[in-house]
T-cell receptor, first 112, second 114 residues
Framework: QQQVKQSPQSLIVQKGGISIINCAYE??????FPWYQQFPGKGPALLIA?????SEKKEGRFTISFNKSAKQFSLHIMDSQPGDSATYFC???????????FGQGTELSVKP | KAGVTQTPRYLIKTRGQQVTLSCSPI?????VSWYQQTPGQGLQFLFE???????NKGNFPGRFSGRQFSNSRSEMNVSTLELGDSALYLC?????????????FGPGTRLTVL
């Protein structure tokens, strides 16, 4: 019940295309869903996050879509750029006494 | 404002040894969490400290321990190192105010056990 499942494991997108990464969770007690971006040799950096009372959140080229009934959420990167090439992690947390539960990560490569 | 800092950045140890890793949170942040990152298991929660008290613990053996000091700096210790402990150890701090406490990660300490 603590798992967060993420797909795909790797993704290759052409410059200017849309990158889509999907996550699913089981524990309905989770109430905050952040996405992290990690470059080689760096720690994960918070990209965007959403609460379950919102179905969509957009920040620049990054959008989270959230489907509470299906217990799924996804990250869309519009107009993908080579600089977006990184590993992306979805996560979930129950804020009261919470610990971040991470998906397995998606290695995104954006080709010029 | 300075980010989360971790020292050392790289460590090489041999099996059976012990190791201590250090984390300095963002100024004003009182919660510090530790995570282990490996290619096979991904990012896994180790433990979380708040006001010098361990508030949460993951599913790791007792060889993994930690503590937090009054200035919120934290250390984690791994005793009797095993080959499988080779990983990137990440520290994250959060402000801990009402609402959603975003966690900010440091660059990690890369531990290699030979």
């Amino acid at each position: 019940q603590q798992q967060v499942k993420q797909s795909p494991q790797s993704l290759i997108v052409q410059k200017g295309g849309i990158s889509i990464i999907n996550c699913a969770y089981e524990n309905t007690a989770f109430d905050y869903f952040p996405w992290y971006q990690q470059f080689p040799g760096k720690g994960p950096a918070l990209l965007i996050a959403i609460r379950p009372d919102v179905s969509e959140k957009k920040e620049g080229r990054f959008t989270i879509s959230f489907n509470k009934s299906a217990k799924q959420f996804s990250l869309h990167i519009m107009d993908s750029q080579p600089g977006d090439s990184a590993t992306y992690f979805c996560a979930a947390i129950r804020q009261v006494g919470g610990k971040l539960i991470f998906g397995q990560g998606t290695e995104l490569s954006v080709k010029p | 404002k300075a980010g989360v800092t971790q020292t050392p950045r790289y460590l090489i140890k041999t099996r059976g040894q012990q190791v201590t890793l250090s984390c300095s949170p963002i100024s004003g942040h009182r919660s510090v969490s530790w995570y282990q990152q490996t290619p096979g298991q991904g990012l896994q929660f180790l433990f979380e400290y708040f006001s010098e008290t361990q508030r949460n613990k993951g599913n790791f053996p007792g060889r993994f321990s930690g503590r937090q000091f009054s200035n919120s700096r934290s250390e984690m210790n791994v005793s009797t190192l095993e080959l499988g402990d080779s990983a990137l150890y990440l520290c994250a701090s959060s402000l801990e105010v009402a609402g959603y406490n975003e966690q900010f990660f440091g660059p990690g300490t890369r531990l290699t056990v030979l």
